[in-house]
């Protein structure tokens, strides 16, 4: 029975290097989704009330840091495919994931669409199947559920690591005989809201768990046998 937990995170910024500690701490394997033209770019907004640092880190720490875990794409410059034309978005898509394999010397066959919510549409997953390589993509849109997907392109995650709902859901993957708890987020939204502590609740309490810990791409690699 596949019982399994796969983790997805976003924007390589600068915080990743906390997290990618905090997984070690647990043994926890994961995803980190990146944009290809975007490493070492320095930003920050306000949010909630809070300043938020969203540095990317530069390739050669990013390139270090990874090792050991998944890499996928993330679109070239961090765009909403659904807003796109179709040569726009394989021009997002395809040179991103061909830069980030010769990059980081393995196939990249992965993406997390950029952006918030549903951030794909049906042109977007026609064309990721039928002109790119892309086995799967990764949606922002919490699905509240342990279902395996029924469709790669248009893959929504459980739930938001920080998301109020997901303390439900592990009670009811922690019953379940099989299951697919997928979590995703970005590190610096831990900076603020005591989101650090939190995460690491999450993953002491996964670990607890009797299931497997796969990256996303060999978690699509199983499911789809
Ligand atoms: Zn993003």
Not at 39 to 67: C, I
Not at 71 to 90: F, G, M, Q, S
Not at 159 to 181: N, Q, T, Y
Request: hydrophobic letters at 40%.
């Amino acid at each position: 029975m596949d019982k399994i937990i796969a983790f997805s995170f976003d924007d390589g910024t600068v915080q990743d290097e906390r997290l990618v500690a905090l997984l070690k701490k647990y043994g926890f394997k994961a995803t980190f989704n990146l944009s290809s033209a975007l490493f070492g770019t320095e930003y920050s907004f306000e949010m909630n009330g809070h300043h938020v640092v969203h540095t990317r880190l530069p390739l050669e720490k990013a390139l270090a840091l990874y090792e050991g875990f998944e890499v996928a794409a993330h679109t070239r410059t961090h765009n909403c495919l659904k807003l796109l034309e179709p040569k726009d978005i394989i021009e997002e898509v395809v040179p991103d994931y061909m830069r980030l394999s010769e990059l980081f010397g393995r196939p990249v066959r992965g993406l997390a669409y950029a952006w918030g919510g549903k951030n794909y549409d049906r042109l977007a997953v026609e064309i990721l199947k039928n002109f790119t390589t892309v086995r799967y993509a990764r949606s922002a849109a919490d699905g509240n559920s342990l279902a395996f997907p029924e469709n790669f392109l248009a893959w929504n995650p459980s739930a938001h690591i920080l998301s109020d709902k997901l303390s439900g859901l592990i009670d009811e993957f922690e019953r379940a005989e099989k299951g697919l708890l997928f979590i995703w987020g970005h590190s610096f939204e831990l900076d603020f809201d005591d989101g650090w502590n939190r995460a690491e609740a999450v993953l002491k309490r996964l670990k607890n768990i009797d299931a497997e810990n796969l990256t996303c791409m060999e978690t699509c690699e199983r499911l789809s046998r």
